[in-house]
């Protein structure tokens, strides 16, 4: 059974990108909405790229590791070992799908992305790995079947490639962006990887697509960008007159972000759920803004739907979409 593809990019993921356009174009004087927007969608689609970094250097490891056990063989003094290795890591699955898969390939010849530079420190990682006590029993395991390959492969990627400090420095110097980006890219990969297929891939789509729905994501980001920033001051003045009388330049301006973002998706996003925006930017809140922000947005907001309902400013379809 061919299991159903992940997608790298999710509702919050937008919310996120959109909130870091905003700020940029609140901050940059005569800045031109459309250049801001070009270059929020320029950053989702960097994702993928990321997303075939991170896969590249899963195969890179394969690279490694048979290259070592060649190297061993040429010894002058080879031992028992070295000259009868255990192939089963080199052997892997895992590695000979992505290696045939014709689309993966394309992809990565087409972006050119490699690891070349960074062979080395590679090669310290697999050495690293063979220590782990998942690597050893892989090894000596006499069942021998897809979903232990992936498994193993999986370990490897969360333990040893993602949390590696090297490895961070060097996605950030091919975007600096991309520190902000991993989380999403390593679980998308993660998933990619457990529904790898049994059969011959070669000629099958097996990589997660950038978006879900694409032309529901790609309208969700531009009308939340677009309409933030058309509303921005008609908000700003009702989030200040419910914030404890607040002048809005007292308000932290992340808060502000934040809110009107979500004032805009109670207004003007009939199909989103009322208490799903209100989580998602408090959510938001706790990561981007200041350690109090949670507390004060949640109150504000909790006020504003009140008045937005008695006004008839919510409009949501579908049962259940108001509450």
Do not use: C
């Amino acid at each position: 059974m061919n299991k159903a593809r992940p997608a790298l990019v999710n509702r919050r993921y937008l919310r996120i990108k959109i909130f870091q356009g905003l700020y940029a174009y609140h901050r940059t004087e005569n800045a031109d909405p459309l250049k801001f927007e070009r270059e929020i969608f320029e950053s989702i689609n960097s994702l993928y790229t990321l997303y075939l970094y991170l896969i590249k250097l899963i195969m890179q490891v394969g690279v490694a590791a048979d290259e070592i056990t060649a190297t061993n063989r040429k010894k002058n003094l080879p031992s028992s070992e070295d000259l009868n290795p255990n192939l089963r890591f080199i052997e892997n699955r895992v590695f000979k799908i992505l290696k045939d898969n014709a689309q993966l390939k394309t992809l990565l010849e087409r972006a050119k992305i490699t690891w070349d530079e960074e062979h080395d420190d590679v090669r310290r990682i697999f050495k690293s790995f063979k220590e782990d006590e998942a690597y050893r029993l892989y090894m000596i395991r006499e069942d021998n079947d897809l979903e232990i390959d992936k498994e193993l492969i999986i370990t490897l990627f969360r333990d040893h490639l993602v949390m590696n400090d090297i490895i961070h420095s060097a996605l950030e110097e091919k975007d600096i962006y991309w520190q902000d980006d991993l989380p999403m890219a390593a679980i998308t990969v993660i998933k990619t990887l457990q529904v790898l297929p049994d059969f011959d891939a070669t000629n099958t789509t097996i990589l997660a697509d950038l978006y879900k729905n694409k032309e529901e994501d790609q309208l969700f980001a531009k009308e939340l960008f677009r309409k933030s920033i058309q509303f921005a001051d008609e908000y700003g003045k009702i989030i200040a007159s419910k914030a404890d009388n607040w002048e809005t330049e007292r308000i932290a301006f992340l808060d502000l972000q934040l809110m009107t973002m979500a004032l805009t998706e109670l207004e003007h996003f009939s199909t989103i759920p009322v208490k799903v925006t209100l989580n998602e930017y408090i959510e938001l809140a706790k990561v981007y803004s200041t350690p109090k922000s949670k507390v004060f947005i949640n109150g504000v907001l909790d006020k504003l739907v009140i008045d937005f309902k008695s006004e008839k400013r919510i409009n949501k379809r579908g049962r259940g979409l108001n509450e």
